[in-house]
Antibody, heavy 123, light 106 residues
Framework: QDHLVESGGGVVHPGRSLRLSCAASGFTFSTYAMHWVRQAPGEGLHWVAVISNDGSYKNYPESVKGRFTISRDNAKSSLYLQINNLRPEDTAVYFC????????????????WGQGTMVTVSS | DIQMTQSPSSLSASVGDRVTITCRAG??????LNWYQQKPGKAPKLLIY???TLESGVPSRFSGSGSGTDFTLTISSLQPEDFATYYCQQSYSTWTFGQGTKVEIK
């Protein structure tokens, strides 16, 4: 069964850094693009990062560019999100999600999601 | 970024009702439109991709239609387990979600 499990969230002070992890199982991780999506308390969903299956392509919305870094280790079937200079507005549940697998992968929907990990930025 | 606008933001309906949610894109996105269901405290679940293709395992009472800028999610006969928030998402140019439509019990 295809499965994603996030970890690494917690309560952090503004200005600090945090690395989130996402462990994949049940599918060939190295063949899929992967995404991070966040959801602030009581709010909607916002895409924050994507990485291609081989790590050669990464992209972010302007709102997080320069502070967020996505990476992956295909040998460990793991996805990561490094968040630097944390701000109170980064407080959210962070989900990892599976993207596309082949030509046109960027058009694919997010078909598998983890349960999310909560990040709270507060002094 | 492509703006996605859903309507209504919330609705009240009864079990057995036919429910329709609309999603409008800020520009032509062909059929690169996906629908998700999210229940409180849970991860989103993919319902429909490419505007009208039902994800495996999703009940046939869910359907999607549209292309270009205007899209619709329809639940033909609302069931108790369908009370949730629904999001549209475009995957034509990076990825953006609508603001969500909360379906509540009347």
């Amino acid at each position: 069964q295809d499965h994603l499990v996030e970890s690494g969230g917690g309560v952090v002070h503004p200005g600090r850094s945090l690395r989130l992890s996402c462990a994949a199982s049940g599918f060939t991780f190295s063949t899929y693009a992967m995404h991070w999506v966040r959801q602030a308390p009581g709010e909607g969903l916002h895409w924050v990062a994507v990485i291609s299956n081989d790590g050669s392509y990464k992209n972010y919305p302007e709102s997080v560019k320069g502070r967020f870094t996505i990476s992956r280790d295909n040998a460990k079937s793991s996805l990561y999100l490094q968040i630097n200079n944390l701000r109170p507005e980064d407080t959210a549940v962070y989900f990892c999600a599976r993207g596309g697998q082949s030509t046109g992968w960027h058009y694919w929907a997010f078909d598998i999601w983890g349960q999310g990990t909560m990040v709270t930025v507060s002094s | 970024d492509i703006q996605m606008t859903q309507s209504p933001s919330s609705l009240s309906a009864s079990v057995g009702d036919r429910v329709t949610i609309t999603c409008r894109a800020g520009q032509n996105i062909n059929s690169y439109l996906n629908w998700y269901q999210q229940k409180p405290g849970k991860a989103p679940k993919l319902l429909i991709y490419a505007a009208s293709t039902l994800e495996s395992g999703v009940p046939s009472r869910f359907s999607g239609s549209g292309s270009g800028t205007d899209f619709t999610l329809t639940i033909s006969s609302l069931q108790p387990e369908d009370f949730a928030t629904y999001y549209c998402q475009q995957s034509y140019s990076t990825w953006t979600f609508g603001q969500g439509t909360k379906v509540e019990i009347k």
